[in-house]
C-alpha cells in the first residue's frame, strides 16, 4: 500500500468517523461550506406568486424552489423600503445601526458585512444586478451592478475593474432581467471553481414603473380587485387617509404608459400622482427613449392601441381607477413573468452543472408591496402585505423538501444564516438569528416570539407614509405612528387578517395593548434603538 493510498485511508476514516460522532441532525452538522445563490427581487408581493397561493399569475420557477425546500409564511423584513432593506441584508443590523434609515442615506461600505467574511473564509463573493445603495460594493470579488434604480431596457451598468465605468453594452442591450441573468451565468460559468461561490443576484423587476418584455405582453387581463380595495380606513389613525400611494393617483404617463395628450383634460385626482409629468424627462425620454427601433416597434405595437382606446373614451371617477388597477396588474405581473422565467434559467444552469445538490438557493424579494390590498400599490406600512417578503429556500443536503414554516423570521437572518452554513463565526454586532435549524426543519424553543419593526423616510420621500415603529407577534400587531400624529393601532391579525379594524380603544384588548407595549420596550432597548 502506497504511503499515499494509507494517509487517504487514514483520512476518510477520520472524517467518516467525525462526521457521523457530530450528529445526524442537519441542522447542527458539519459540511462543506455550500454554494449560496441569493435570488433577491425588486417588491415582488407573496401575492403575485403561485406558491403563496396568488391566482393572479403562475410562478413555477420560485414554486419549484419552495417544493424542493421550504416556503416561509412569516417572514418579514425590518423596515419596508428598498435600500435601507438591502443595507439590513449585508450588515444583519437594523437601520438605526447600520445607517441607512431611507432611501436618501447612502451606505457606509466599511462596515462589516457578511460578503467580506465569507470572503475572507475562502468563497467567491459577486453581486449582479440591482445594488442600490450609492456607493460602490465592497466585500465582492466581482461586481456588475445596476446605476441607482436601473432601467427595464438596455439598462445602464457599472462593472468592476473597470474604473467604475460602463459594462459591455453588446451586453446590456435586452431585456433587463434576461441581461441581469446573463451576467450572473457568465459569471457563474468563468467562476474560480476551486472556491465555494456566495452570489447575490438581484433583479430590478418587478419594481415602477413596470414595463414587461414583449413576450408577457397581455397575458395579464380581468385581475379581480382586492375585497378590501374601497377601503375607507375608518378605524384607522390618519396616516392611512393621508398617503399618498393610492392606485386612484397613479401617474398615467410613469405607470399607465399613456403620453401627456392621451389624457389632457382629464380628471386625475388629487394625489401627487395625477399625471401631469413633463414629457421631455421621465419616463418618454429616459425608459422609452432608450430602447432600440426593434423594441419600440414591439412597444407601440402593443401600447399604442391601449392609447388610442384610452383616448376616444376617456374615463372618469370610479371607472379611470378600475381601469388603472388593471393596467397597474397587467404591467406589474407582465414583470413579474420575466423574473420567473430567468430563475428557471439558473435553476437549469446549476441542474445541468452537477450544483444543485450543494448550493443553498433563497429566492426572496427587498420586501412586499400592495397590489391594490386597502386601495395601495407601493409599500412602507407596517400592514402585512409590505412588511411580509416573500421567502423560500433550496438546500438537498440540509433542508428537507416539501416544508411549509410559520415561525417569525425576518431578513435580518440572512447575514447569521449565511455566516453559519460556511462555518464562519457570528460577529456579535449582527442582530439576526441563523436560520439553519429552521431550514433543516428544527425550530429552537427559544426562538423569537416577537418581530420589531420601523420606518422612517418622512416628511421627505415619495408617497407621505409617516414614521412609525411596532412589534408583531404571531397573533398580534401594535403600531405608532410617532411624529406629528401620535397614533397607536392594534389589530388581531387572526380575527381580521386585512388589518381593517383597528383595536386600540376596544376595552377587552387593553391588557394585550399594555403586554404588547411592554414588549416594545424591550425590543427597543435590546436592540438598541433607545
Ligand atoms: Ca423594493
Known amino acids: ?72 409564511k412569516n417572514s418579514f423584513v425590518t423596515n419596508s423600503i428598498c435600500a435601507p432593506s438591502r443595507a439590513v441584508l449585508l450588515t444583519g443590523k ?27 473564509a475562502g468563497y467567491q463573493t459577486s453581486v449582479i444586478g440591482k445594488w442600490h445603495l450609492k456607493t460602490h460594493p465592497t466585500g465582492f470579488d466581482y461586481w456588475n451592478i445596476l446605476i441607482n434604480q436601473g432601467h427595464y431596457y438596455n439598462p445602464e451598468m457599472v462593472e468592476m475593474g473597470k474604473d467604475g465605468g460602463t459594462a459591455d453594452t453588446s451586453i446590456t442591450t435586452g431585456y433587463t432581467s434576461d441581461v441581469i441573468t446573463d451576467i450572473a451565468l457568465n459569471t457563474l460559468e468563468n467562476r474560480d ?54 392606485v386612484k393617483d397613479m401617474f398615467l404617463s410613469l405607470d399607465m404608459k399613456l403620453m401627456p395628450e392621451d389624457y389632457e383634460g382629464i380628471p386625475v385626482g388629487t394625489g401627487g400622482g395625477g399625471g401631469k409629468f413633463d414629457p421631455t424627462n421621465n419616463w418618454v425620454k429616459n425608459n422609452y427613449g432608450r430602447m432600440t427601433d426593434e423594441q419600440k416597434e414591439a412597444w407601440n405595437a402593443y401600447y399604442d392601441p391601449i392609447r388610442k382606446k384610452f383616448r376616444d373614451n376617456p374615463l372618469s371617477g370610479k371607472e379611470l381607477v378600475e381601469w388603472k388597477y388593471q393596467r397597474y396588474m ?36 427587498d420586501q412586499g408591496f400592495y397590489l391594490g390590498e386597502h386601495g395601495w400599490y407601493d409599500k412602507r406600512f407596517m ?48 442582530q439576526g438569528t441563523s436560520l439553519r435549524p429552521i431550514l433543516a426543519g428544527k425550530t429552537p424553543d427559544n426562538w423569537r416570539k416577537s418581530v420589531y419593526y420601523e420606518y422612517f423616510e418622512y416628511p421627505h420621500g415619495w408617497h407621505s407614509v409617516k414614521q412609525h415603529y411596532g412589534v408583531r407577534t404571531d397573533r398580534y400587531k401594535l403600531i405608532h405612528f410617532y411624529n406629528d400624529i401620535d397614533a397607536w393601532e392594534l389589530y388581531d391579525l387572526e380575527a381580521d387578517p386585512k388589518e381593517m379594524n383597528n383595536l386600540i380603544n376596544n376595552e377587552q384588548y387593553q391588557t394585550t395593548v399594555e403586554e404588547l407595549k411592554l414588549e416594545l420596550k424591550r425590543l427597543r432597548k435590546e436592540l438598541k434603538v433607545s
Open 1 to 72: 500500500m502506497s504511503r499515499f493510498f494509507t494517509l487517504s485511508l487514514v483520512f476518510l476514516i477520520f472524517f467518516s468517523c467525525t462526521d457521523s460522532q457530530v450528529t445526524t441532525d442537519n441542522s447542527t452538522k458539519k459540511l462543506a461550506p455550500p454554494n449560496i445563490l441569493f435570488i433577491m427581487s425588486d417588491d415582488h408581493a407573496e401575492q403575485a406568486i403561485s406558491a403563496y397561493g396568488s391566482k393572479m399569475i403562475e410562478t413555477p420557477h420560485i414554486d419549484r424552489i419552495a417544493k424542493e425546500g421550504i416556503l416561509f
Open 94 to 120: 437594523y437601520s438605526h445601526l447600520n445607517g441607512l434609515r431611507d432611501n436618501r442615506d447612502q451606505f457606509d461600505g466599511s462596515q462589516q458585512t457578511f460578503p467580506k467574511l465569507l470572503q475572507k
Open 193 to 246: 471553481k476551486a472556491k465555494p461561490f456566495c452570489m447575490l443576484y438581484h433583479h430590478k423587476a418587478p419594481h415602477r414603473n413596470w414595463m414587461p418584455h414583449p413576450r408577457d405582453f397581455g397575458k395579464y387581463k380581468n385581475i379581480p380587485m382586492p375585497d378590501n380595495f374601497w377601503d375607507d380606513y375608518k378605524t384607522r389613525s390618519t396616516a392611512a387617509s393621508t398617503q399618498d400611494m393610492h
Open 330 to 365: 397587467e404591467d406589474y405581473l407582465g414583470s413579474v413573468k420575466a423574473v420567473d422565467d430567468n430563475i428557471g434559467r439558473v435553476l437549469k444552469y446549476l441542474d445541468d452543472n452537477g450544483l444543485a445538490e450543494n448550493t443553498l438557493v433563497i429566492y426572496t424579494s
Open 383 to 430: 400592514y402585512e402585505e409590505s412588511m411580509g417578503m416573500p421567502l423560500v429556500a433550496r438546500f438537498p443536503k440540509a433542508i428537507p423538501a416539501g416544508q411549509v414554516n410559520e415561525d417569525l423570521v425576518m431578513n435580518l437572518d440572512f447575514a447569521p444564516t449565511f455566516l453559519d452554513y460556511a462555518g464562519v463565526t457570528i460577529p456579535a454586532g449582527f
